[in-house]
């Protein structure tokens, strides 16, 4: 259903209502759409007859406002203006926002069909008219012109006024009311009857718009060109990828700045080309772009100035001579250097790829004896997926350690935040070991960079074990370490694999962690670790103590179960009777040889 067929609708029904002595009007006011400060003036027409309130957006130029010409519902509103409208709200209801300049005139308008009133609790009104008429017939003001009624309307017309908004600074309330529907209407003197619309207006003493605010604009750093969020991104850029930063610069009254003088500039030869946030920037030349241009939905493109070659850069973008967003991002080099880690031994006459380890990490990646990480020039963690190949050094390869399988890592563990690439060698059937060394080629440069030599190690499983502690005596609240030291068949430290379920029995002690579980992995010297506090709850008894370490899978074929010895204490030395019964003595005869000595000096005299 159109708007003009809605208000003929209702004009008929309040009519009909009228000759019945009754009088129709919407019940629940509708919040219709409203026009920013200096956008197009939205129309009586398009608003809800009794139920919205508009103000003219468009800025006069001439030294006051101008009024509605309220001859019209859809035409009217054309020339209206406003005189230091400053920000204006969506909404056209009961619960809109404004804010203007002091002595400012707003020109009001609105659909009514009943008798209407516009009120404040400031300023003052002027220029009324219903529907094109002046006449006080039709246009009456109270005595302070703080309200102005509308009188005679009984079918859709529009109302219409300027009000002056005070000129002391503060908050006021501008409301629209109307009949309510039984035959109550407002008049000057007590117009509050039905509340059809409300502006709720922040009069201050000198406009903050047009100038950056910091609070209503957005900048943020990306790895995309898009609208500003003002929150920056935490992803990594690779080596020959881009940073944008995305911004959107308003006023402090969240109103956006227009055009103006932009200047992005980067430190260490990073390269910038200002865009928008609709479109990706083609690389720009320099360190500096300049550009007379918006400052809404804009984006800088960011690129290091040699491909392979780190950058770390700093950009600041200026506006109208303002510092407006400065942002530090990385564009990551090709890799440079590479870091083994977290080592172990492998298993004989096998490939210890696949799942064969299990998962070693939080991330769940398995089948590897061990890491490697990539790092550019600068020290960055490089994803090594991005910009490249990786190999085992054939020349460290031996006849029983004979070939190795790497994989690239691609994204970051969640356990450490390194990009971990993975090893694991080909055992021959007999313990051995080698000093391997990976190579990775970078795509782009083709440069190769070697790894250190690391030790690749290779045994049978778990046989036999020895258990120690790591001291002979301690004192309650002290961390113990025990270690227990596994061997293969043939004596040598045995590879990696758990070497099953364990029975531990350490009197006075408390487990604090247990890393060599059932399932865990033995570490590359065949040992594995668990720490205690010395104590209990209940306290400690000092004394002498026997440990029990029993693995019942080993014990059961050739192991013996470990059983080392440990002291602890309190750290209170203890005093015996006799040692007090000596102090006593002791303290009594220095006692007698001071009396002594004074007797003879009483004699002398």
Not at 470 to 487: H, I, N, P, R, S
Request: proline share 2%; net charge neutral.
């Amino acid at each position: 259903m159109s708007n003009t067929t809605l208000r003929k609708r209702i004009a008929l029904s309040a009519i009909t209502a009228l000759v019945a002595g009754v009088l129709s009007v919407a019940s629940v006011p509708a919040v219709n759409a409203h026009g920013a400060a200096g956008a197009a003036n939205v129309s009586a027409d398009d608003g809800t007859d009794n139920g919205s309130l508009f103000v003219a957006t468009l800025a006069s130029s001439a030294a006051t406002a101008n009024p509605h010409s309220a001859t019209a519902l859809g035409s009217g509103h054309v020339a209206a203006t406003s005189k230091g409208l400053l920000v204006k709200d969506s909404s056209s209801g009961t619960a809109q926002t404004v804010t203007a300049t002091v002595g400012a005139v707003l020109s009001l308008y609105a659909p009514v069909t009943t008798t209407a009133a516009l009120t404040a609790t400031g300023g003052t009104f002027s220029s009324g008219n219903l529907g094109g008429a002046t006449s006080t017939t039709y246009v009456t003001y109270s005595g302070s012109n703080g309200t102005v009624l509308f009188s005679g309307a009984t079918s859709a017309t529009t109302v219409a006024a300027l009000w002056t908004a005070p000129t002391t600074a503060g908050t006021y309330r501008v409301q629209l009311y109307v009949g309510n529907g039984v035959g109550t209407l407002p008049t000057t003197d007590t117009p509050a009857v039905t509340l059809a619309g409300q502006m709720t207006v922040t009069v201050v003493a000198a406009s903050a718009g047009g100038t950056y605010s910091a609070a209503y604009s957005a900048c943020n750093t990306s790895t995309v060109v898009a609208t500003a969020t003002g929150i920056d991104s935490t992803s990594s850029v690779n080596d020959n990828g881009q940073w944008y930063i995305n911004f959107d610069l308003d006023d402090a009254y969240d109103v956006s700045l227009g055009s103006g003088n932009l200047v992005v500039s980067a430190t260490n030869g990073g390269i910038v080309n200002l865009g928008t946030s609709t479109a990706t920037a083609a690389a720009g030349t320099t360190t500096t772009d300049v550009e007379y241009g918006s400052s809404q939905l804009r984006s800088v493109r960011i690129d290091q100035p040699t491909s392979g070659a780190p950058l770390t850069t700093t950009v600041t973008v200026n506006f109208n001579g303002t510092v407006v967003c400065t942002k530090t991002v990385t564009i990551r080099g090709e890799v440079a250097s590479l870091k083994i880690q977290d080592l172990l031994t492998g298993d004989l006459s096998s490939t210890n790829a696949g799942t064969l380890w299990g998962n070693r990490d939080a991330t769940g990646r398995g089948g590897q004896l061990g890491y490697f990480v990539a790092y550019d020039s600068a020290g960055n963690i490089v994803d090594q997926d991005a910009g490249g190949t990786v190999a085992v050094d054939s020349a460290t390869l031996t006849p029983l350690i004979t070939d190795a399988t790497l994989v690239r890592g691609t994204t970051a563990s969640t356990s450490s935040g390194d990009y971990l690439g993975t090893i694991a060698w080909t055992c021959g059937a007999i313990a051995s070991e080698a000093q391997l060394k990976i190579k990775y080629t970078n795509t782009t440069t083709g440069t190769v960079v070697s790894s250190p030599a690391f030790t690749a190690r290779c045994a049978d499983n778990p046989y036999t074990y020895t258990a120690s502690w790591d001291k002979a005596t301690y004192t309650q609240g002290e961390l113990a370490k025990l270690t227990v030291a596994f061997l293969d068949s043939k004596g040598n430290k045995a590879n990696s694999y758990a070497p099953g379920a364990s029975t531990i029995v350490a009197p006075m002690m408390t487990t604090v962690s247990a890393t060599g579980s059932a399932t865990a992995f033995l570490k590359a010297d065949g040992t594995v670790q668990y720490t205690y506090a010395v104590g209990l709850s209940t306290g400690i008894t000092e004394g002498t103590y026997t440990s029990t370490i029993d693995f019942s899978a080993l014990t059961a074929v050739a192991a013996t179960v470990a059983t080392p010895t440990y002291k602890v204490g309190t750290g209170v030395t203890a005093v015996s009777n006799a040692d007090v019964l000596k102090s006593i003595v002791a303290l009594i005869a220095s006692i007698n040889k001071q009396i002594q000595a004074l007797q003879k000096l009483i004699l002398k005299r």
